[in-house]
């Protein structure tokens, strides 16, 4: 397993390091242990990891055969995926670079095509039609003889032209491959800008916004309505897995303790420097106040081909409230968290916590009395769901099959069915 010296603390950083520097196969051990120990998590950091990770099997891959480097990057894929099933991002990223790679492949067999077609066309011979007047008359003996083609030579210079064109197209597809998964990269790395960029059109003046949980794209989105609109934000602090990463996302502090009363003043200064009213709440008061909330605000972890998405726990709980008072959910998401798998058994997705943050192990003989479980995660069913903003801008549920298709291949939906 390679490690990195840069880095104290094996994850992303690490592992982006590792990347760049160790062999291929030994980059792809140490993501599978990272991804094994959950030491990279969430589907941004698996997003990323995997984009890295495919850019360099697609840069060292020495085949000239596509159909070979699809099988190689299908089988480091599925080896990821297997690592670490719960995390669907994953499979996203392996599909949308299989997709750059059979793209890519298409577009040079046509080139191929075309150009094998003209060279034919320059040097070619011509064959003659019954009807054409093809003869030269000599004088002396009046014999017919058909009019002569370009040369052998000449013709045999053009092929060997054409077939070094191809040859050279053939080389040069790596580096298109390379470029198409920088984009991959950079839509990483944009997704919540582009996302945020959509807040002015769905949040308007003097609402009453619900969020919970840390979200960085949630952040974003509201820092961005901020500019232009006064608004207020309950937001249930999703104890007791996030309720610190909660306080940290919204103060931009790294610690937060209860029991400093400076720390608690300034747990909602980013937000409130940027003119919103922001009120912490409790998960419990959820119900209580969603009958004056306007519009319930939410991220996910990954969307599945039903609409249906798997969030921090609690989502479901906010979802049903918002149902019940008919406020609308809206969930934002990157296209990299929408996934084209629908699974029968949601559960094998939610993940599980430490039960002591439930219920203490102090307590005695109580906790052998008792099985207690911590979810982190909640799957929320589609017809929970009102609006989902992506990159791409706000669509409905129904139009989520669309985006699928434009950015998978249907031959990959199953990545461990034959190619």
């Given at each position: 397993m390679s490690s990195s010296p840069h880095f104290s603390k094996p994850g992303l950083a690490s592992f982006l390091h590792t990347v760049r520097t160790d062999p291929v196969e030994s980059s792809i051990d140490y993501l599978i242990s990272l991804l094994k120990r959950r030491q990279i998590r969430g589907s941004r950091a698996c997003a990323v990891a995997m984009a890295h990770l495919l850019r360099q099997v697609v840069k060292t891959h020495r085949a000239g055969d596509v159909s070979r480097l699809i099988e190689r990057v299908r089988e480091v894929g599925q080896r990821l995926v297997?690592?670490?099933?719960?995390?669907?991002?994953?499979?996203?990223?392996?599909?949308?670079?299989?997709?750059?790679?059979?793209?890519?492949?298409?577009?040079?067999?046509?080139?191929?095509?075309?150009?094998?077609?003209?060279?034919?066309?320059?040097?070619g011979t011509y064959t003659p039609k019954e009807g054409d007047n093809i003869t030269s008359t000599d004088n002396d003996n009046n014999l017919s003889e058909p009019t002569p083609g370009p040369s052998l030579i000449s013709s045999l210079h053009q092929a060997s032209d054409a077939a070094s064109s191809t040859s050279k197209a053939?080389?040069?597809?790596?580096?298109?491959?390379?470029?198409?998964?920088?984009?991959?990269?950079?839509?990483?790395?944009q997704v919540d800008e582009q996302v945020a960029g959509y807040a002015l059109e769905h949040v308007h003046s003097n609402e009453i916004l619900l969020t919970h949980a840390s979200s960085i794209t949630v952040q974003k989105f509201l820092l961005k309505a901020a500019t232009k609109r006064k608004f207020t934000l309950f937001h249930a602090e999703s104890f007791p897995?996030?309720?610190?990463?909660?306080?940290a996302t919204v103060t931009g502090r790294s610690k937060f303790s209860l029991e400093d009363e400076a720390d608690f003043e300034?747990?909602?200064?980013?937000?409130a420097a940027a003119g919103i009213t922001v009120i912490l709440i409790p998960d419990s008061a959820v119900f209580a106040v969603m009958s004056r909330v306007n519009k319930v605000i939410l991220d996910t972890n990954v969307v599945l081909a039903n609409g249906g998405l798997v969030a921090a726990a609690g989502s479901k709980t906010i979802a049903k409230a918002a149902n019940f008072h008919h406020t609308p959910v809206v969930v934002l998401s990157g296209v990299y968290q929408l996934s084209p798998e629908t699974l029968s058994d949601v559960d094998s997705l939610i993940e599980y916590g430490d039960a002591s943050k439930v219920f203490a192990y102090e307590d005695g003989?109580?906790?052998?009395?008792?099985?207690?479980?911590?979810?982190?995660?909640d799957y929320v069913p589609p017809e929970l769901i009102d609006l989902f903003i992506t990159n791409l801008g706000g669509n409905a549920p129904t139009y989520l099959d669309r985006i699928i298709s434009d950015h998978y291949r249907s031959e990959d939906i199953k990545l461990s069915s034959p190619q």
């Open positions: 297997s690592a670490q099933h719960k995390e669907l991002a994953i499979g996203n990223i392996l599909r949308r670079i299989l997709r750059v790679i059979r793209d890519e492949a298409e577009e040079e067999r046509e080139w191929e095509i075309t150009a094998a077609d003209d060279a034919e066309s320059e040097s053939t080389k040069d597809i790596r580096a298109e491959l390379v470029d198409g998964i920088d984009e991959i990269i950079d839509e990483l790395d897995n996030d309720h610190e990463a909660t306080h300034s747990f909602h200064k980013p937000l003989n109580l906790v052998n009395h008792l099985h207690v479980e911590n979810p982190l995660d």
